[in-house]
């Protein structure tokens, strides 16, 4: 099979698509003033774990930090599209309940009181979950994710769904998510609302999917933190799949407390999900702690600093220098070949995709994007070609199945004399969104594709956990992420070491220049 890349199928969408009001939003019913609108950033500005203690504390309320995200909201969220729908009466109500459980001393868990945002192709009970598709405008499931619950349960409160890739794989059906740094840049992945809601102060924390860097790749140009954890560990159960042999699901937050914290309440079994592993609990937040001064870091030049950029190369070797004066050694390394994995093919994988589709696109073809139509269509094509049999076909899937499945039950022997690695999240900076529209409609071939050059991928086909943190800033001011990754549930290693690195750097306190009087530009595809 040959289909193309995730980026070269992304659409632009029509004017009156992208300018859709969002539904079910409430504000603040009083007029902010100046003072009111400082207190409300100063309030949003807090970490998930800073907003934490203030709730234990009783030095703020719930009522009080959701309601300066739902100012926050009705001020940037028209700048970066990161909401599909804000669930503003809804977070009030619950915030009011979790106030009353505050003032009698009773906590429904860590996450008590404390908004968070959740990407809008995971299940929420009597809340209407698109995928940022026309297909499921409508859709309102009756049960919640996995997820979904275990934060509920943590007493997290739902500010709102946010917006992503439609169906995780083409441009949203509701516009485009806006570079909350640049409102003119890519900001990259399907989980870009859930990072664009993070790094402007519009949640203290968000979920993302993650099935070929999409938690990674929006943390990294967005600047903020986000994890991809081992396969299996996070129930994938209620939410809507891209393919499910390579979906995570995971936190994006600001700090790497903060995605800890998160971590601790969603990893766990579920045996009602086919993906769930069985794995003991741990605390993650425990073995942040944990010194790394005896840690050995790889670096695995080859593929993943191939053409990377100067702006991005200059940032991740600053912080590897870093990094290799904290920890015992650094060396450069080997990961096995993915290179068969393509998301031009992803070996036949990427069946899984139109699996899901099928019965929906045979349905109603007209309502999915022209973006995600034709890539439908084309697997579709392929998939009853008869220049080849479908029994081959199938054959061939279980074989690229089976082929996976032992790559990632032997990838940990890769780590014999080092424990963890790093690598760019990315490979370039941010390109100007008009670029990648550009480049999505074009026909002309690109070897290799400029907007592919991430490299998450691999470790999604591996099933490893992966950590990007911010690591520096291009020149024009674009953030840039360094990946930390190691072999299976070495998820308390990864974050111990990223947050030695945050610690050291500061990089977390930077935020994207973005004012209320700071303009939306037009995007318009490139000229040629």
């Known amino acids: 099979m040959s289909y193309l890349t ?32 400082s207190e409300a950033d100063r309030l949003a500005g807090l970490s998930l774990t800073e907003a934490v203690k203030q709730i234990r504390s009783g030095s703020v309320t719930s009522t009080q930090l959701t309601k300066a995200c739902l100012e926050r909201i009705r001020i940037y969220n ?35 009181g404390i908004p968070i945002a959740l990407k809008d192709n995971i299940d929420t009970a009597g809340i209407r979950t698109t995928a940022a598709s026309k297909v499921y405008d409508d859709r309102v499931p009756t049960e919640d994710a996995e997820v979904t619950r275990r934060l509920q349960a943590a007493g997290a409160i739902f500010i709102g769904k946010a917006n992503l890739d439609e169906f995780a794989d083409a441009v949203s059906y509701f516009g485009s998510v806006r570079n909350p740094w640049a409102l003119d840049r890519d900001p990259s992945g399907s989980s870009s609302g859930s990072a664009a809601a993070v790094a402007t102060d519009l949640a203290y924390g968000a979920l993302g999917t993650d099935t070929g860097g999409s938690v990674r790749l929006p943390s990294a140009y ?54 769930s592993v069985q794995h003991p609990k741990e605390d993650y937040v425990a073995a942040l702690q944990q010194p790394v001064t005896g840690f050995r870091l790889g670096i695995p030049r080859a593929p993943f600093f191939d053409q990377v950029d100067e702006d991005t190369s200059r940032a991740v070797e600053a912080a590897i220098v870093v990094l290799s004066k904290m920890t015992k050694s650094t060396k450069d390394c080997g990961l096995p070949s993915t290179s068969g994995y393509s998301w031009a093919s992803l070996n036949s994988i990427g069946n899984e995709i139109y699996a899901y589709h099928e019965q929906l696109f045979d349905a109603s073809p007209g309502r999915y994007s022209l973006a995600l139509r034709l890539q ?27 082929d996976m499945e032992l790559l990632r039950r032997t990838v940990d022997d890769s780590f014999t004399d080092f424990d963890l690695v790093l690598l760019p999240t990315l490979r370039i900076i941010p390109q100007k969104l008009s670029f990648v529209i550009e480049t999505e409609e074009s026909t002309k071939p690109r070897n290799p594709n400029v907007m592919d050059l991430d490299n998450c991928t691999p470790f999604n086909i591996f099933g490893l956990p992966a950590i990007s943190i911010p690591c ?6 674009m953030p840039v992420g360094l990946m930390i990754a190691g072999p299976h549930f070495s998820e308390g290693k990864i974050m111990a070491l990223a947050k030695a690195y945050e610690q050291e750097t500061k990089w977390d306190l930077r935020r994207p220049p973005l004012t209320p009087d700071t303009p939306v530009p037009s995007i318009r595809p490139a000229q040629s």
């Open 78 to 112: 028209p700048k970066v599209d990161a909401y599909i729908t804000v669930l503003g009466d809804q977070a009030l109500a619950q915030a009011a309940q979790m106030d009353t459980e505050q003032k009698a001393g009773k906590f429904r868990g860590p996450l008590h």
């Open 222 to 275: 967005c600047g903020v933190v986000g994890i991809k954890p081992t396969y299996g560990l996070v129930p994938i159960r209620g939410i809507i799949p891209l393919a499910f042999s390579l979906d995570h699901c995971g936190p994006i937050t600001r700090t790497v407390d903060d995605a800890a914290l998160m971590l601790n309440q969603l990893a766990g079994y579920d045996k009602l999900d086919i993906t």
């Open 376 to 402: 439908l269509q084309q697997m579709k094509d392929d998939m009853n070609s008869p220049s080849s049999s479908a029994s081959a076909r199938v054959s061939a899937y279980i074989r690229h199945r089976a």
């Open 6 to 37: 995730r980026r070269q199928f992304s659409k632009s969408l029509t004017a009156a698509a992208a300018a859709m009001s969002i539904k079910s939003i409430a504000f603040p019913s009083a007029s902010a003033g100046a003072a009111d609108v």
């Open 472 to 477: 520096g800033f291009s020149r024009d001011g």
